[in-house]
């Protein structure tokens, strides 16, 4: 494995608070140094990055990779490919597939097949059978084949008891649960957020109460069953006042956001003339609800951003609004609009610290993850970011097999420009080099 | 004479005051037509429409064919039960094959809102949109105006109520966009849980009450209750519904002697509207119908131009 050197470029650290210019050394897959006057020693790479970002590679902690059983709509190879060209090392991928990720099998297949693949690939494994919700599966076993966590994600546990009963359960493993908060009969047959936009369009709406009203329920089982629970894609304000809440109350809850739900709303089904690709569950909400979860982005409420990476194949969303499935997809377009929002100065108060932090040091955390640092002796995962490569989004370039995205055509400015897996650049400039 | 410069009817929402001045002067001149004791024009000889039906329809699909029949249009009617609809083939394949054998207009009626946008942003052809799911019924809205213009001579400052399921109505939807464009004022009268959440984007009035609504009006419009929202568990029974929201002589008795009676069909009777109100003489029912015709042609005039060869 080739010694890479990247010389001079902003350093940033959140785990260690370091931001600054310096030298990255990395020696045999591991960082070996990180200091300032560092040469490259004879047989080396260096990567110039005097005007480049480096920082801890980043972590997606929620996507879809439809493998096994949907390959059509993305594998876990194109995935991967995916999550490098979107500067992301490592992705952590939901139980929602065919067979559903229930058992020790299809979790070992995973990391089987993520032996292959660009990045590092980590399976959250189902939280009950089938993903019905009846019975809870087999979360010690899983655990010791490789899951990092536990999600019934696309769906909520709707019997309290169940959800109760595994919150205990898993406390007693150390283990993770994501919980996608909705409860169906309040969001029955919805196709978008309800209010003023989905009265005027016919369409059925979601409200924000189907969401708020599953969160306060396991808030309220978190508060004696002990254990961790990380809310997956938060969308309302009012969600993001409950966490906010239980967080003061010493509750270990943690949350994500997509970006899309940071930078649309429902509005964009409207102009979009009902453009299937920005269908999407949770919807995207009002413009209150959007304030409201920058507003906790930046306070701490909501610890991560996640892509929420749903792919599907055209044909299925190229069809009637109601008929399309939900879903945005997202490895390729996270960081440049994340980015995006920074570089443009309208979001007050963002730095990129903070971006970082959310993308890579939190995820790391929550799921108990090496990397998400830049610590010396650490494994080489890296994300080098070049702050004024503008470019527009065209889904027809991407390495998903998916073209799903609600986003295409914006113009945006920031992009990776390395992505590098335990000392290996995976990506550089654009193209997938982990063959 | 003008035409108007859109490829597509979709909704009323987005067309101007002008657009609908325009389509509603059209049909006065198509209704002379209809009047006539031979009622055919040569206008839309040659050309070709496609009436596409994935709901039942009785009112609106006849009244369409009836339009592109008096203009001497050629078309064909696929409906939702029969043909490739029920094999799985999507409605842009549909529609994309049908096309190729020189379709110019399209006629869709669809369960899901949106899908008239969806099917006019993937053909060259214009689509009409003949209602899709809770979304637009233009041509209902446009004539329903008609049918008001027509008794009372103008659209500004008329008060019209429109009571019933307002939430699932995409007759509403037209007509509260299309009437306040044309200077009327609308109110809508329901059960708040069949109200569409946050009404006000719509600009109209609220009056739960339907006795209050209609004193001082001038047109009341009473919409179909489709009987599957009881089970939805939207209000508790047909006669609770028929008495607190029903049109009848009772809750029209302190409103005006020329009130317009409405409904844009089929009726529910002893529901919605009672026998007495439908059939009496202030009931415009058959008049709405008569007028759809004359609309129709009208738009198919205006959109197919009848001067596109040269």
């Known amino acids: 494995m080739k010694t890479i050197l990247i010389k001079g470029g902003r350093v940033i650290d959140p785990s260690r608070n370091f931001d600054d210019r310096a030298d990255l050394l990395i020696k045999d897959g591991v960082i070996e140094a990180v200091k300032n006057g560092l040469k490259a020693p004879s047989g080396s790479e260096t990567i110039d990055a005097q005007n480049l970002v480096v920082m801890p590679g980043l972590i997606d902690m929620h996507v879809h990779l439809r493998d096994p059983g949907y390959e059509y709509k993305e594998d876990i190879i194109t995935g991967s490919r995916a999550a490098a060209a979107g500067g992301f090392t490592a992705v952590a991928a939901m139980a929602n597939t065919d067979p559903v990720g229930d058992d020790p099998t299809t979790i070992r297949y995973i990391r089987e097949r993520a032996g292959s693949a660009a990045v590092r690939i980590y399976p959250i494994g189902a939280l009950t059978k089938g993903l019905e919700g009846k019975e809870i599966a087999e979360l010690g076993r899983m655990k010791t084949a490789g899951a990092v966590a536990f999600s019934d994600d696309g769906r909520p546990v709707l019997n309290g008891m169940i959800m109760r009963n595994a919150l205990q359960y898993a406390a007693g493993l150390g283990a993770l649960i994501i919980a996608h908060e909705e409860d169906p009969y309040l969001s029955a047959k919805g196709a978008m957020h309800e209010g003023s936009v989905s009265s005027v369009l016919g369409l059925r709406g979601i409200p924000s109460a189907a969401e708020e009203a599953m969160l306060a329920r396991d808030l309220m089982l978190l508060e004696t069953s002990g254990g961790r629970l990380h809310i997956a894609h938060v969308s309302t304000a009012g969600s993001v006042e409950l966490i906010r809440r239980a967080k003061a109350e010493g509750l270990k809850v943690t949350a994500e956001v997509t970006p899309h739900h940071l930078i649309l709303t429902d509005r964009a089904v409207k102009n979009s003339g009902y453009n299937t690709n920005t269908k999407v569950n949770p919807p995207l909400r009002a413009e209150s609800d959007r304030q409201a979860l920058w507003a906790g982005l930046l306070d701490g409420t909501i610890d991560v951003i996640a892509s929420d990476h749903a792919p599907h194949h055209t044909d299925d969303k190229d069809v009637e609004f109601d008929f399309a499935p939900f879903g945005i997809a997202g490895l390729e377009t996270t960081l440049p609009l994340m980015l995006d929002e920074f570089f443009s100065g309208r979001i007050k108060d963002l730095t990129l610290p903070v971006l970082v932090d959310k993308m890579s040091t939190a995820p790391a955390q929550i799921l108990g993850l090496e990397g998400g640092t830049l610590q010396e002796g650490g494994a080489a995962d890296i994300t080098i970011v070049d702050p004024d490569r503008s470019f527009i989004i065209n889904p027809e370039t991407w390495h998903s097999k998916s073209r799903n995205t609600p986003f295409a055509g914006r113009q945006l400015k920031g992009a990776a420009v390395f992505t590098i897996v335990g000392g290996r650049v995976v990506m550089r400039e654009g193209v997938i080099t982990d063959q | ?310």
Not at chain 2, 183 to 194: F, I, K, N, R
Not at chain 2, 210 to 226: F, G, H, K, S, Y
Not at chain 2, 260 to 289: C, W
Request: hydrophobic share 40%; with cysteine; glycine share 8%.
């Open chain 2, 1 to 310: 004479m003008q035409t108007l410069r859109r490829k597509d009817i979709l909704g009323l929402e987005e067309m101007s005051a002008e657009e609908i001045t325009l389509i509603l002067e059209t049909a006065r001149s198509m209704r002379e037509i209809i009047q006539r004791k031979i009622k055919k024009v040569p206008t839309l000889r040659g050309r070709t429409v496609l009436n596409l039906f994935y709901e039942p329809s009785t009112r609106t699909k006849a009244s369409f064919e009836l339009a592109q029949k008096y203009m001497s249009a050629d078309s064909v009617s696929v409906a939702g039960t029969s043909s490739s609809l029920v094999k799985g083939e999507t409605l842009k394949d549909t529609v994309r094959n049908v096309e190729v054998m020189g379709i110019e207009c399209v006629i869709m009626r669809h369960p899901v809102s949106g899908s008239a946008n969806y099917l006019a942003r993937n053909v060259e052809a214009s689509v009409i949109n003949a209602g899709d799911g809770m979304h637009e019924h233009p041509t209902q809205g446009l004539l329903d105006m008609f049918t008001i213009l027509d008794k009372k001579g103008r659209l500004e400052e008329l008060k019209v109520v429109i009571v019933g399921d307002i939430r699932h109505s995409r007759v509403a939807r037209s007509n509260m966009w299309g009437l306040q464009k044309m200077g009327a004022e609308v109110v809508v009268s329901a059960p708040p849980t069949l109200m569409p959440p946050d009404m006000e984007a719509f600009g109209v009035k609220y009056c739960p009450d339907l006795e209050e609504a209609v004193e001082e009006a001038d047109v009341v419009m009473a919409l179909r209750l489709q009987k599957e929202r009881q089970e939805g568990g939207l209000f508790p029974t047909l006669r609770e519904y028929a008495e607190i929201y029903g049109l009848t002589s009772w809750s029209v008795a302190k409103a005006k002697d020329d009130l317009l009676i409405m409904h844009p069909g089929p009726i529910n009777r002893g529901v919605e509207i009672s026998s007495e109100l439908a059939d009496g003489p202030r009931s415009v029912v058959l008049e709405q119908v008569t007028g759809g015709v004359a609309v129709r042609m009208a738009l198919l005039y205006l959109l197919m131009g009848g001067v596109k060869d040269e």
